[in-house]
């Protein structure tokens, strides 16, 4: 059996630890440069709060019902999240941390065991343990899991936050629930050509389609899927691995007509994404970037556009990636716009260790050297010492006006119990 650990409105639930004043009060998350929403609490939800409702457009509606509005802590997220993983590794060695609020957990072994028991006694304890609410869901395969997952959320009061598909009778009436756009991998396009054929639902998907049918118009991954649905588990869990694909992007705090400024901005970006690959001892072989103008603005002209670029060698270099970045601003830039966003896409990532040299074209070897100097500086004094040059002098910040405390990555912030 399979179950999906999700965390309630995690954002929104690690502000709460930290504020038990604020429980059962209305509490939305924002995003970078306080954007738009990206965490709500059932109590904002209720109060029709959409998900990326930009807040500017909200703000009154923010004041007349008192809802308490916070910036991202992305550092106190990513620690509790780590705090959740870690407990949830000790109920089962097979874990697969799915996002930052999800884990997949496999049970082997687990025949003899009461699982609706010891799947509230995962619950209890990671909520005891850190303050964040779970739900979880369980069933035979890994999708079937999520599908249990989205009841138990549904439904908390009727099933506590675990529901467990175990029977046929369960797992029709699960998915016959299910409509097909919220089917966990199904994404808008398949979504359209299912409704077509009248598949509204994931039982639908499960009996009406043949394995052939789904098989061409939705390669192998959809016939997974479709097994998964089935009650026949296909998709396995996915062990600790290199992330496929890194990137940073932003939407800045105002809007930048400058090109230098734009330049560093995108710089900047490159450098972040080197740091991520070295981190974890990789490299990348293609790079995408991208800018856009603010689409909220119509009084403004608008303009998006993004390339991507083969590498001609791997590469986690500061340097090496901002020369790149900057040759493909260069192509996509337009002057006469003001622009919001842009970003640095990396992929292809390969270990770093194990690379083909080419015999006329190879990166800089002293390129290697200085950037393990660079992050040593890093890690021994907290912050970047040294950086590339094309970041410019200027130290970008989010615009983060309700920020809350660090509390667990700040000897600073530590609560002071009295």
Known sequence: MFALVDCNSFYASCERVFRPDLRDKPIVVLSNNDGCVI????????????MGAPAF?????????????????YALYADMSRRVMNILQQFTPDVEIYSIDEAFL?????????????????????????????????????????????????????????????????????LKWTSIEDVWGIGRQHSRRLLAKGI???????????????????????????????????????????????????????????????????STFADSCAEKLR??????????????????????????????????????????????ALFLLKHIYKS???????????????????????????ENPKHKPLMQTMDYLTDKYGYPVTQIASRGKKRWKLRQQKLSPKYTTNFKDIITVK
Not at 288 to 313: A, S
Not at 352 to 358: L, S, T, V
Request: hydrophobic share 30%; glycine share 6%; aromatic share 10%.
């Open 200 to 266: 509204d639902n994931a039982y639908k998907f499960t009996l009406n389609l043949t394995d052939d049918w789904v098989r061409k118009h939705m390669t192998v991954v959809g016939l997974r899927l479709k097994h998964d649905l089935e009650g026949r588990p296909t998709i396995q869990l996915e062990g600790t691995s290199t992330k496929k694909g890194i990137a940073t992007t932003r939407s800045f705090k105002s809007n930048i007509k400058d090109y230098r400024h734009l330049t560093e901005r995108v």
């Open 39 to 50: 965490a709500r609490t059932d109590e904002a939800k209720a109060l029709n709060i959409p």
């Open 336 to 362: 006469g716009y003001e622009y919001k966003k842009a970003g640095v896409v990396v992929g292809d990532i390969t270990p770093a260790e194990n690379y083909q040299i080419d015999l006329f074209n190879n």
């Open 106 to 174: 496999q049970f082997k072994g687990f025949e003899n065991y009461d699982l609706q028991t010891y799947c509230i006694d995962i619950k209890c304890t990671v909520e005891k343990w850190t303050g964040i609410p779970v739900c979880i869901g369980v069933g035979p395969s890994k999708a079937l899991a999520k599908v249990a997952n989205k009841i138990a959320k549904k439904y908390k009061s009727k099933t506590k936050g675990v529901h467990i598909i175990d029977t046929e009778e369960l797992r029709v009436k699960a």
């Open 57 to 73: 457009e909200y703000k009154e509606l923010f004041k007349k019902h008192n809802i308490h509005v916070f910036s991202s802590n």
């Open 279 to 324: 981190s974890q001892n990789s490299h990348c072989n293609s790079m995408y970037v991208f800018i856009n103008t603010n689409p909220h603005r119509e009084d403004l002209n608008q303009y998006r556009r993004g390339m991507k670029v083969r590498l001609p060698y791997p590469s986690n270099s500061s340097i090496t990636l901002s020369y790149f």
